[in-house]
């Protein structure tokens, strides 16, 4: 083989390469870290089919859905499952006023705005970009949430492509 085509080839083998690794930039797709107390969404959001809002409430009117305040959790864990022992973690962390040390799970760039209450407001499901929680036991990344991602979403959805409205 000829110095020219072995050449070609590793240019080649190089970009292809460097382009999968920029695809897969700022992607935590699968990310499922262990969490303070292991929490099951599959008991919460689908066994017992506690919408997503209940918990995750600033999701409506905020960029952010963030993770609940311990007070929400206690709503009905003052009377249920209250001798298992991550319940009386919990109540712990409660009454004593320390937060529990939540590992952030989904997250995109910090050049990018996202908005949940945007979405929210359009009528998309959070199973749209979080995946079927319901049926997860450990929360992972279900999607990508990178830019190549989130363009696609919005030009299958007829979303505004104009680059000011995520990087502002």
Known sequence: MSRKVLGL???VAALVFGYNMFMWAWSN??????????????????DNHIPCLYCHSSA??????TVPALNVCMNC????????????????????GKPLQWER????????????QWH??????????????????????YR???MGDCVQCHRDNSGPLDCNACHQ
């Open 77 to 96: 864990h003052s009377v249920v499952a209250v001798n298992k022992p991550n319940i009386i973690k919990l109540t712990e962390a409660y009454n004593t």
């Open 9 to 11: 080839l590793y240019t």
């Open 29 to 46: 797709q699968g990310f499922a870290p262990e969490q303070p107390i292991p929490f099951s969404h599959k008991i919460h959001a689908g």
């Open 105 to 116: 799970i989904h997250s995109m760039p910090d050049h990018a705005f996202f908005s949940h």
């Open 120 to 141: 929210i407001r359009k009528g998309f499901d959070c199973a749209v970009c979080h995946g079927p929680v319901e049926t997860m036991d450990k929360v992972y990344q």
């Open 60 to 65: 409506e009117n905020s960029r952010h859905a």
């Open 144 to 146: 990508k949430l990178n």
